[in-house]
């Protein structure tokens, strides 16, 4: 089982940009799709965006499309989440997610491996 540990989170203005880190270990990172949730307070956990094992796939919730960019190194076990542009909208707990599959899938039901989350805030 992969273990997964956020980091980058922090209070921003609006139009500011942050980028988020999640570095895994304890698995073949490798082989895992990886993807980013998020999740305001009082609402569900949704998609942000996640990448498969060989990069051939990646995709971004319309929420965030243009920009945030995922993207990962297999050689440091770590995915990545570039946040321009930041919206008051976008203020929630970023969760890092690990499934052993090929594609992406939007569904968090679908992940196995979750990180604690780090909080971002986008002051207007």
């Known amino acids: 089982q992969v273990q997964l540990v956020e980091s980058g989170g922090g209070l921003v203005q609006a139009g500011d940009s942050l980028r988020l880190s999640c570095v895994a270990s304890g698995g073949t990172f490798s082989t895992y799709t990886m993807a980013w949730f998020r999740q305001a307070p009082g609402k569900e956990r949704n998609f942000v965006a996640g990448i498969n094992w060989d990069v051939r796939r990646i995709m971004y919730a319309d929420a965030v499309k243009g920009r945030f960019t995922i993207s990962r190194d297999n050689a440091l076990n770590t995915v990545y989440l570039q946040m321009n542009s930041l919206k008051a909208e976008d203020t929630a707990a970023y969760y890092c997610?690990?499934?052993?599959?090929?594609?992406?899938?939007?569904?968090?039901?679908?992940?196995?491996?979750w990180g604690q989350g780090t909080q971002v805030t986008v002051s207007s």
């Open positions: 997610a690990a499934a052993r599959f090929s594609v992406v899938d939007r569904r968090q039901t679908s992940y196995t491996n």
